[in-house]
């Protein structure tokens, strides 16, 4: 079983965790660079992502985690972490700084206030059973506004890209570990046996 870690600098780490094991990961909690030593690949969960940015900053993890993604650790971001697997983003704090790996634009608080939170039944490209629409619950969420060549776009809400891929990177606008349909979840964790089989040069 692969050994993917939570980044657990803030947000919403148990319920990755449990998500993770679930989706048959062994897990670890990270906050510190040695922690990312060993590791299958990395959950970066949700939050707000200027504290986790902050965070990350002061306690040496940003470089560490930069490097790691550049040589192909495999990371997935869920809203906030989406944030900050983007390349670019757009109503970021002026000091805010992101892990990047997907060349993308991702708007922060897409959705605007009236609709803060909400629900979609969404077909997510790559998902087991596919046929089954995934519940997708997001909060102050996120959306992919562009996308380079390289970024597979696994989901929509209406017009708005809310899931991607680039290599061994995915990220979601929206929460898969407040609900019990673990797929997002099986998806990463398949990505992070893939590249333990094909590591990267
Ligand atoms: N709005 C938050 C941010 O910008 C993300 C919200 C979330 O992760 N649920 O970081």
Same mark, same amino acid.
């Given at each position: 079983r692969p050994l993917v @870690?939570?980044?657990?600098?803030q947000g919403d780490v148990r319920e990755h965790l449990a998500a993770l094991e679930a989706a048959g990961a062994r897990t670890r909690t990270v906050r510190r660079p040695t922690e990312l030593d060993g590791l299958d690949g990395l959950v970066v969960p949700g939050g707000e992502s200027t504290t986790i940015d902050r965070l990350c900053r002061i306690f040496g993890l940003h470089e560490p985690l930069r490097e790691?993604?550049?040589s192909g650790l495999p990371v997935y971001g869920s809203c906030a972490g989406m944030i900050q697997l983007a390349d670019r983003i757009l109503d970021g704090h002026v000091e805010q700084q992101t892990f990047g790996g997907i060349d993308m634009t991702v708007r922060r608080n897409a959705f605007g206030r009236q609709v803060d939170s909400f629900e979609s039944?969404?077909?997510?490209? @790559?998902l087991r059973d596919a046929g089954r629409p995934f519940r997708a619950v997001f909060i102050r969420a996120p959306r992919v506004e562009d996308a380079g060549p390289d970024v597979q776009v696994l989901a929509r809400v209406d017009d708005a890209v809310v899931a991607v891929r680039q290599g061994n990177l995915l990220a979601t606008s929206f929460h898969p570990e407040v609900t019990d349909d673990h797929r997002v979840h099986e998806l990463f964790v398949r990505i992070c046996e893939q590249a333990r089989a094909v590591p990267a040069a």
């Open positions: @870690g939570v980044l657990a600098v790691r993604i550049a039944d969404l077909h997510v490209e @790559g």
